[in-house]
């Protein structure tokens, strides 16, 4: 079956505009979640959404970042007034529960740069 | 909190040579524990994990996790580097004292040489 889509897969932006990226979960999954990978470094956790329960977003650095879920499918992240800091590979995992035991889909990312 | 430490942030091997990737993790609860691998441009998939039923884990692609509880270990070897073994490799840990948040480590980037 298809996995987890993201989109775009590359975004370039200017410093203080805003950008919106996608994700597609795998069908039947209810746990979303969105990471930012900077440059050589590993995945931060951003939000995460498990069904119709209020989603976690304890990760995100800023209310620049928000992040929205339509029960169980697309999801978007948005980043108002961009910085050069967000400059960073998002990426979008999936999962068919909250156990800790599953494991995540992730998709193929989006790359944001901002100039 | 729970956290994971991938030592190593490179490691090169030649091909044909054993791999070894260093995963330790904090938790006072046993968590379960994956490892996970990316290749270029590709967005991170599962290679192997670990959920209590054993402490050899054998994942895709040849390799192999062990779970040491005294150790606080869970590293990944493969006996025989192929070329294409090549990506970056991360450990990470959900449950334990952690709940449902999966913690990852910074990655360790292999290397295989010819």
Known sequence: GAGVSQSPSNKV???????????????????????????????????????????????????RFS?????????????????QEDSAVY??????????SYEQYFGPGTRLTVT | AQSVTQLGSHVSVSEGALVLLRCNYSSSVPPYLFWYVQYPNQGLQLLLKYTSAATLV?????????????????????????????????????????????????????FVKA
């Open chain 1, 13 to 63: 932006t200017e410093k203080g505009k805003d950008v919106e990226l996608r994700c597609d979960p795998i069908s039947g999954h209810t746990a979303l979640y969105w990471y930012r990978q900077r440059l050589g470094q590993g995945l931060e956790f951003l939000i995460y959404f498990q069904g119709n329960s209020a989603p976690d977003k304890s990760g995100l650095p800023s209310d």
């Open chain 2, 58 to 110: 054998k994942g895709i692609n040849g390799f192999e996790a062990e779970f040491k509880k005294s150790e606080t270990s869970f590293h990944l070897t493969k006996p025989s580097a192929h070329m294409s073994d090549a990506a970056e490799y991360f450990c990470a840990v959900s449950g334990g004292t952690g709940g449902f948040k999966t913690i990852f480590g910074a990655g360790t980037r292999l």
């Open chain 1, 67 to 83: 992040a929205e879920r339509t029960g169980e499918s697309v999801s978007t992240l948005t980043i108002q007034r961009t910085q």
């Open chain 1, 91 to 100: 990426l979008c995992a999936s999962s068919l529960g909250t156990a800790p």
